[in-house]
């Protein structure tokens, strides 16, 4: 399962509105079929590695990170009937789709045909690889990461403005890894007039999957980004699973402080700046207590000389 | 070598001005002896772990993680002739003693009676775990640790002063333990009138190793505590060997900018503070360029939800 998980890691910030789903079909200790979903939301990770596997995928045991889909599209039949035809001896399912068209019907049918269904293989990693689309599905609106470069001391450029380059090249790339895994990246009015950032991803080989842009901005939006108006505006996108937020300091805090923020990206450089710009605003806290148990430290990894922080929000 | 480096390790902030050495005497891969330089620089480690060893010393081998002292003092003998009356086959030397006293004529000693020397083993790790006493000698001040306990957006406290506790009881504890090695604590005016730090060590055990108090002051300094009227001052301290800043964000700033901080210990609370008070004040860096390539991180290491993080100055 946990294979399969990665297989479908492949497909974040593609699939949107999908999920991105990994599946892996396994006959007699060997590997028949690989899934994952593909760039627009089809074909899905079941029908893709049922595809590879064709006969051998009768008796073998399917591994897919989601519950497969029971509702038919003009875009292609439902997973759930493809398996029951390609006839598995049992379907293992890390966890189970929540999009009310489906929430159980796709196990149903697999086990009304006589399939062995396994659920609950992998969860907290599944659920991990598919947070843009599990969110959206739960809560409405995109999964948010908040990414800040910062000092040691928490600052993302001196008094000047000067902020190039505050990390390396490594953990710039990986930046640059990151946002091709958002459907989304936005950023606020300060940011733009002062860096005009491209917001691009410029990677070898991934320059195609550079997301849509967003602005946040009471004003109007330049050609080519969408407008948020406020943070709360995310509720209204539609088909966006993932969210970057990129900054400055403002747009950071106002995401931070509405509470609208599940997931931390710091790239931490090892300099002192001093004076110089904070990379969080005003968030409106009144005591530390309540500043506590929001966050939960879940990596660190250094990248050149840098350190990258990875916080989830606790809920 | 590391076994006698780590008994090294015991005496740091207890021996200044002399250097917390580590012995250990090991033959026929048995140890026979154990020292390291007790409270107020006497017994050394060498003249402890021939006493341990007895007569068992003879043609056994030496590991010591500094050279032996050759100078003769009305507290006890030279280390070098302690070694020589003992004959062991073999003395082993992580790192040569720079002060003038001695600068080689430990080893000449040893050598001149016949008993063979290495040198330069573990000398990194030697080095690291006498950093105050060596920076004594070779720069005249201390070893001087930045101590500073962040936000992840590095801020110490709230707009309203409100900064306990940003860590939780595992990182104080390490703060403690941290502050048992150091010889004297220093903050700055803004800390000592905010909160009237008491920088005594409270752990079990080592309440009796708080070390001196000094206070960064144009002015007078209380009762109890030294007074350092600005960073450069430092030079003129007198048998400190290790040196903590504790803050706050002037005193930390003051210290950096004059390039007299040589490590930085930050203890990383999983917390968004937004605006509130920064824990480094104005360092007049004026590129980003500049603040690069000067620290180093040798060290991460989780803390209860807190994060250690240790940098060292690049010289």
Chains 1, 2 share one sequence.
């Not at 599944?126 to 928490?154: Q, W, Y």
């Not at 890894?177 to 009015?189: K, N, P, Y």
Request: net charge neutral; aromatic share 4%; glycine share 12%.
């Amino acid at each position: 399962m946990a294979a399969a998980v990665a297989l479908g890691w492949r497909g974040r910030g593609r699939t949107a509105p999908n999920p991105n789903v990994g599946c892996l079909i396994v006959k007699e200790g060997r590997v028949v079929g690989r899934g994952w979903t593909q760039p627009g939301g089809r074909p899905h990770a079941e029908a893709m590695a049922l595809a590879e596997a064709g006969d051998e995928a009768q008796g073998a045991t399917v591994y897919a990170s989601l519950e497969p889909c029971a509702h038919e599209s003009a875009r292609g039949p439902a997973c759930a009937d493809l398996l029951v035809a390609a006839r598995p001896a049992r379907v293992v399912i890390a966890c189970g789709d929540p999009d009310p068209r489906i929430d159980g019907r796709g196990v149903a049918r697999i086990e009304a045909a006589g399939i062995a269904v396994t659920q609950g293989i992998c969860t907290e990693a599944a659920e991990a690889s598919m947070a843009g689309f599990l969110t959206r599905i739960r809560l409405g609106r995109p999964f948010v990461t908040l990414k800040l470069a910062l000092s040691i001391d928490g600052r993302i450029a001196l008094a000047s403005g000067e902020s190039r380059w505050l990390t390396g090249a490594e953990a710039r790339a990986d930046a640059h890894a990151e946002r091709a895994r958002a459907d989304m990246i936005l950023v606020g009015r300060g940011t733009y007039e002062a860096d005009s950032p491209s917001l691009d991803v410029r990677l070898p080989g991934l320059a195609d999957r550079s997301p849509m842009r967003a602005l946040l901005t009471g004003g109007d939006a330049p050609e080519g980004w969408a407008r948020i108006a406020e943070p709360g505006a995310i509720h209204a996108l539609d088909g966006i699973n993932d969210l970057m937020v990129e900054g400055g300091a403002r747009t950071a805090a106002a995401f931070v402080a509405a509470d609208l923020v599940d997931r931390l990206l710091i790239y931490r450089a090892p300099i002192l700046v001093g004076g110089g710009k904070a990379g969080l605003a005003d968030i409106g806290l009144d005591s530390l207590a309540a500043a506590h148990g929001r966050w939960r430290r879940i990596a660190t990894r250094p990248l050149g000389s840098d350190l990258r922080e990875d916080y989830v929000r606790s809920r």
